[in-house]
Protein backbone atom coordinates (compact mmCIF):
# COMPACT_ATOMS: atom_id res chain seq x y z
CA UNK A 1 0.00 0.00 0.00
CA UNK A 2 1.36 3.37 -1.08
CA UNK A 3 -0.03 7.03 0.41
CA UNK A 4 1.94 10.57 -1.07
CA UNK A 5 1.83 12.97 2.19
CA UNK A 6 2.63 16.66 1.27
CA UNK A 7 3.42 18.38 4.46
CA UNK A 8 4.60 22.31 4.73
CA UNK A 9 5.89 23.47 7.86
CA UNK A 10 7.94 26.05 9.56
CA UNK A 11 11.47 24.20 9.71
CA UNK A 12 12.58 24.55 13.20
CA UNK A 13 16.51 26.50 13.94
CA UNK A 14 17.69 22.95 14.43
CA UNK A 15 17.74 21.84 11.40
CA UNK A 16 18.30 24.68 9.40
CA UNK A 17 21.77 24.91 7.63
CA UNK A 18 23.42 28.54 7.67
CA UNK A 19 25.03 30.14 4.59
CA UNK A 20 27.17 32.90 4.15
CA UNK A 21 24.63 35.25 4.02
CA UNK A 22 24.15 34.55 8.19
CA UNK A 23 27.88 35.73 8.29
CA UNK A 24 26.99 38.86 9.97
CA UNK A 25 24.87 36.43 12.52
CA UNK A 26 27.54 34.37 13.61
CA UNK A 27 30.09 36.67 14.43
CA UNK A 28 27.19 38.98 16.42
CA UNK A 29 26.38 36.05 18.27
CA UNK A 30 29.97 34.54 18.90
CA UNK A 31 31.89 37.71 19.50
CA UNK A 32 29.80 40.38 20.20
CA UNK A 33 26.85 39.08 22.77
CA UNK A 34 29.45 36.08 23.48
CA UNK A 35 33.00 37.06 23.93
CA UNK A 36 34.49 34.82 22.19
CA UNK A 37 38.13 35.66 21.12
CA UNK A 38 39.12 35.97 17.76
CA UNK A 39 42.27 34.05 18.48
CA UNK A 40 40.80 30.46 18.92
CA UNK A 41 40.02 30.51 15.58
CA UNK A 42 42.29 28.16 13.65
CA UNK A 43 41.57 25.66 15.98
CA UNK A 44 37.79 26.55 15.85
CA UNK A 45 38.03 25.93 12.28
CA UNK A 46 39.67 22.28 12.57
CA UNK A 47 37.05 21.74 14.81
CA UNK A 48 34.14 23.20 11.69
CA UNK A 49 36.19 21.18 9.06
CA UNK A 50 38.25 22.86 7.70
CA UNK A 51 41.80 21.36 6.71
CA UNK A 52 45.15 22.69 7.91
CA UNK A 53 46.22 23.96 4.20
CA UNK A 54 43.19 26.00 4.21
CA UNK A 55 44.12 27.56 7.77
CA UNK A 56 46.84 28.28 6.43
CA UNK A 57 46.07 30.23 3.74
CA UNK A 58 43.73 31.98 5.78
CA UNK A 59 47.16 33.11 8.03
CA UNK A 60 48.57 34.36 5.44
CA UNK A 61 46.05 36.37 3.39
CA UNK A 62 45.35 38.32 6.59
CA UNK A 63 49.06 38.54 7.57
CA UNK A 64 48.17 36.68 11.23
CA UNK A 65 45.51 39.23 12.20
CA UNK A 66 43.34 37.68 14.59
CA UNK A 67 40.07 39.16 13.75
CA UNK A 68 40.33 38.96 10.25
CA UNK A 69 41.20 35.89 10.18
CA UNK A 70 38.09 34.59 12.28
CA UNK A 71 35.91 36.18 9.59
CA UNK A 72 37.41 34.72 6.75
CA UNK A 73 37.22 31.17 8.59
CA UNK A 74 34.08 31.77 9.53
CA UNK A 75 33.34 32.49 5.58
CA UNK A 76 35.02 29.07 4.54
CA UNK A 77 32.91 27.54 7.33
CA UNK A 78 29.79 28.74 5.88
CA UNK A 79 30.35 28.12 2.47
CA UNK A 80 30.97 24.84 3.18
CA UNK A 81 34.37 23.97 2.44
CA UNK A 82 36.56 21.10 2.80
CA UNK A 83 35.17 18.51 5.02
CA UNK A 84 32.66 20.98 6.64
CA UNK A 85 29.58 18.76 5.34
CA UNK A 86 31.06 15.62 6.83
CA UNK A 87 31.09 17.67 10.20
CA UNK A 88 26.90 18.15 9.80
CA UNK A 89 27.48 21.41 7.59
CA UNK A 90 27.36 24.81 8.79
CA UNK A 91 24.44 24.89 11.40
CA UNK A 92 23.78 26.03 14.65
CA UNK A 93 24.07 22.77 16.11
CA UNK A 94 27.77 22.07 14.55
CA UNK A 95 28.65 25.30 15.84
CA UNK A 96 27.72 24.45 18.99
CA UNK A 97 29.28 20.99 18.89
CA UNK A 98 32.82 22.91 17.87
CA UNK A 99 32.59 25.28 20.68
CA UNK A 100 32.02 22.02 22.68
CA UNK A 101 35.05 20.29 21.82
CA UNK A 102 37.31 24.02 22.00
CA UNK A 103 35.99 24.17 26.08
CA UNK A 104 33.18 27.05 25.22
CA UNK A 105 30.59 24.97 26.84
CA UNK A 106 28.62 28.23 28.30
CA UNK A 107 29.00 29.71 24.45
CA UNK A 108 27.65 26.13 22.90
CA UNK A 109 24.45 26.18 25.70
CA UNK A 110 23.88 29.61 24.86
CA UNK A 111 23.76 29.09 20.77
CA UNK A 112 21.74 25.29 21.73
CA UNK A 113 19.17 27.51 23.66
CA UNK A 114 18.37 30.09 21.36
CA UNK A 115 18.72 28.49 17.85
CA UNK A 116 17.97 24.80 18.67
CA UNK A 117 14.81 22.90 19.94
CA UNK A 118 16.74 19.67 21.35
CA UNK A 119 13.09 17.99 21.81
CA UNK A 120 13.30 17.07 18.05
CA UNK A 121 16.45 15.25 17.46
CA UNK A 122 17.59 14.60 20.63
CA UNK A 123 21.12 16.81 19.70
CA UNK A 124 21.17 14.21 16.70
CA UNK A 125 21.92 15.07 13.14
CA UNK A 126 18.95 14.48 10.91
CA UNK A 127 21.02 12.09 8.58
CA UNK A 128 21.46 10.21 12.21
CA UNK A 129 18.00 9.83 13.14
CA UNK A 130 17.15 8.79 9.97
CA UNK A 131 19.84 5.86 9.97
CA UNK A 132 18.75 4.76 13.74
CA UNK A 133 15.43 4.41 12.21
CA UNK A 134 16.07 2.73 8.86
CA UNK A 135 20.47 1.81 8.19
CA UNK A 136 19.23 0.89 4.41
CA UNK A 137 18.17 4.49 3.77
CA UNK A 138 20.67 5.89 0.90
CA UNK A 139 20.19 9.45 1.14
CA UNK A 140 22.95 11.71 -1.01
CA UNK A 141 24.50 14.04 0.95
CA UNK A 142 22.76 17.55 1.19
CA UNK A 143 19.55 16.47 -0.21
CA UNK A 144 17.84 16.48 3.28
CA UNK A 145 18.87 19.99 4.02
CA UNK A 146 17.84 21.19 0.41
CA UNK A 147 14.42 19.27 1.09
CA UNK A 148 14.08 21.37 4.27
CA UNK A 149 15.34 24.71 3.48
CA UNK A 150 12.78 24.74 0.77
CA UNK A 151 10.18 24.33 3.70
CA UNK A 152 8.39 21.28 2.07
CA UNK A 153 8.65 17.60 2.23
CA UNK A 154 6.83 14.85 0.19
CA UNK A 155 6.38 11.67 2.45
CA UNK A 156 5.91 8.29 0.66
CA UNK A 157 4.39 5.78 3.15
CA UNK A 158 5.06 2.29 1.75
CA UNK A 159 4.05 0.12 4.04
CA UNK A 160 1.09 0.45 6.97
CA UNK A 161 1.28 -2.54 9.66
CA UNK A 162 -2.24 -3.06 11.30
CA UNK A 163 -2.76 -4.52 14.87
CA UNK A 164 -5.65 -5.28 16.46
CA UNK A 165 -8.05 -8.11 17.75
CA UNK A 166 -10.51 -9.66 14.59
CA UNK A 167 -13.26 -7.35 13.96
CA UNK A 168 -11.72 -4.51 15.57
CA UNK A 169 -11.95 -2.66 11.56
CA UNK A 170 -8.67 -2.86 10.88
CA UNK A 171 -8.92 -3.74 7.43
CA UNK A 172 -11.52 -0.71 6.93
CA UNK A 173 -9.05 1.65 8.90
CA UNK A 174 -6.34 1.39 6.36
CA UNK A 175 -8.90 1.01 2.98
CA UNK A 176 -10.01 4.63 4.99
CA UNK A 177 -6.33 5.73 5.84
CA UNK A 178 -4.83 5.02 1.64
CA UNK A 179 -8.12 7.38 0.17
CA UNK A 180 -9.35 3.81 -0.86
CA UNK A 181 -12.80 2.55 -1.43
CA UNK A 182 -14.84 0.26 1.24
CA UNK A 183 -13.64 -3.18 1.16
CA UNK A 184 -15.86 -5.18 -1.39
CA UNK A 185 -16.01 -8.65 0.80
CA UNK A 186 -18.35 -9.16 3.32
CA UNK A 187 -15.45 -10.47 6.02
CA UNK A 188 -14.52 -6.83 6.81
CA UNK A 189 -15.89 -5.20 10.14
CA UNK A 190 -17.55 -1.75 8.84
CA UNK A 191 -16.13 0.71 10.98
CA UNK A 192 -18.39 3.86 9.19
CA UNK A 193 -21.26 3.93 7.76
CA UNK A 194 -22.03 5.39 5.03
CA UNK A 195 -18.74 4.36 4.24
CA UNK A 196 -16.53 7.80 3.70
CA UNK A 197 -13.21 8.16 2.94
CA UNK A 198 -10.49 10.53 4.49
CA UNK A 199 -9.78 14.08 2.06
CA UNK A 200 -6.69 15.24 3.86
CA UNK A 201 -3.97 13.30 6.58
CA UNK A 202 -2.66 16.06 8.82
CA UNK A 203 0.56 15.83 10.70
CA UNK A 204 1.63 17.87 13.84
Not at 54 to 79: H, P, V
Not at 140 to 166: D, F, Q, S, Y
Request: aromatic residues 6%; hydrophobic residues 35%.
Amino acid sequence: EVIGITKEFKTPSTLIKLDIKDLDIVIEELTILNHLPCHIWHDLGLQLGLYQPTLEGIYEDNNGDFKKCFRQCMSAWLRGKDKVREKGGPSWSSLATALDKEGKHHIASYIRDKYCDPSLLGGHDIEEVIEEFNPDTKIKPGKIEKWLKEGKVVLKVTRINMHGAPGAGKTCSQHLLLNEPPPENDNSTPIACPAVQATRISID
